[in-house]
T-cell receptor, first 113, second 113 residues
């Protein structure tokens, strides 16, 4: 059974720092991995989707990598800003779960001005 | 705005009452999902539709929960005889295909008193 883990559960860094969020999954047979952002009391916003055949995706200051063999993905945020403060969740799609998303619990990120 | 729309945003109800939530997905998306999320957790899958067909329902979903998507467009989620444990954020999402990005609405926050 696929399990997704995000460590740490919370992270606080000063503005301007580059940072990395981690996501690990137990079964490497995934179709894709998606990173989301969630602001308090709101729904989720899709940030990046990496297909299983890809190794990374970039959007602005965000870069997501995927290493299927080791069951890991990272979300790199460059030059962090207070507006980046949110909870970041990763989720994988695998065939064994009938293409359902399997979610991590998220990392709550606080960027201090 | 052509994103996923959910109504109402908030619902407060007394235990034992029935509630119904509505989701309007992105128009060209044929897959529609319902999730439930509690504080500090990732979304928990409830059910999903492909067009008007309900293809999967979580075993966690009791008989008090029912969802419909009668014309393959909007969907409703009904909870009968609400319990305090039903208090959560109910999220709707849609996608174009089983491996394309998921787009979420802002959710309906249910409080059962």
């Amino acid at each position: 059974k696929q399990e997704v883990t995000q460590i740490p559960a919370a992270l606080s860094v000063p503005e301007g720092e580059n940072l990395v969020l981690n996501c690990s999954f137990t079964d490497s047979a995934i179709y894709n991995l998606q990173w989301f952002r969630q602001d308090p009391g709101k729904g989720l916003t899709s940030l990046l989707l990496i297909q299983s055949s890809q190794r990374e995706q970039t959007s602005g200051r965000l870069n997501a990598s995927l290493d299927k063999s080791s069951g890991r993905s990272t979300l790199y945020i460059a030059a962090s800003q207070p507006g980046d403060s949110a909870t970041y969740l990763c989720a994988v799609v695998d065939g064994d779960s009938n293409y359902q998303l399997i979610w991590g619990a998220g990392t709550k990120l606080i960027i201090k001005p | 705005d052509t994103g996923v729309s959910q109504n109402p945003r908030h619902k407060i109800t007394k235990r034992g009452q029935n509630v119904t939530f509505r989701c309007d997905p992105i128009s060209e998306h044929n897959r529609l999902y319902w999730y439930r999320q509690t504080l500090g957790q990732g979304p928990e899958f409830l059910t999903y539709f492909q067009n008007e067909a309900q293809l999967e329902k979580s075993r966690l979903l009791s008989d008090r929960f029912s969802a419909e998507r009668p014309k393959g467009s909007f969907s409703t989620l009904e909870i009968q005889r609400t319990e305090q444990g039903d208090s959560a954020m109910y999220l709707c999402a849609s996608s174009f295909s089983q491996t394309s990005p998921l787009h979420f609405g802002n959710g309906t926050r249910l409080t059962v008193t």
